[in-house]
């Protein structure tokens, strides 16, 4: 079985509709999440929605030298979150799955309900 097979069969395992939640299909979205899982890979991801950018531009987005983001593009990339294109001398950049950007909805959530829950605690307290 070739990686392509094998990448097929793990889709589908994900895509599966049960009501729980097997251990593979854990470890896959837990990938995900894991490409999504340092502020460079969030700036990237975020700057990808307004259009498809070079790595050039990339660069400007934090402190950090070419290698390093070329890393987390890879990184990126491996998880299926974004593809690229080369154009000449350049490689660009484009968000493949724009889904992901309700993940950082629900992250805006999740701090919204805590930073609620703890300002009533401090209030009751």
């Known amino acids: 079985m070739d990686e392509s097979q094998v990448y097929y069969i793990d889709l589908m395992c994900l895509c ?17 999440l894991r490409a999504l899982a340092h502020p460079v890979r969030v700036l990237i991801v975020s700057t990808l929605t307004e259009h498809d950018q070079c790595v050039c ?9 070419q290698s390093n983001i070329s890393r987390h593009l890879a990184i990126l990339k491996k ?21 992901i950007l309700r993940a950082f909805e629900c992250a805006v959530e999740v701090v ?3 930073a609620k829950r703890r300002n009533k605690a401090l209030k009751a307290g």
């Not at 660069?59 to 030298?65: F, G, K, Q, T, V």
């Open 112 to 114: 919204r309900v805590d």
């Open 16 to 32: 599966a509709y049960s009501s729980r939640m097997n251990y593979q299909q854990a470890t896959i979205r837990a990938d995900i």
């Open 79 to 99: 998880a299926g979150i974004v593809s690229d294109r080369r154009e000449g001398m350049r490689v660009f950049y484009h968000l493949e799955t724009p889904c």
């Open 57 to 65: 531009k990339l660069n400007e987005l934090a402190d950090i030298d």
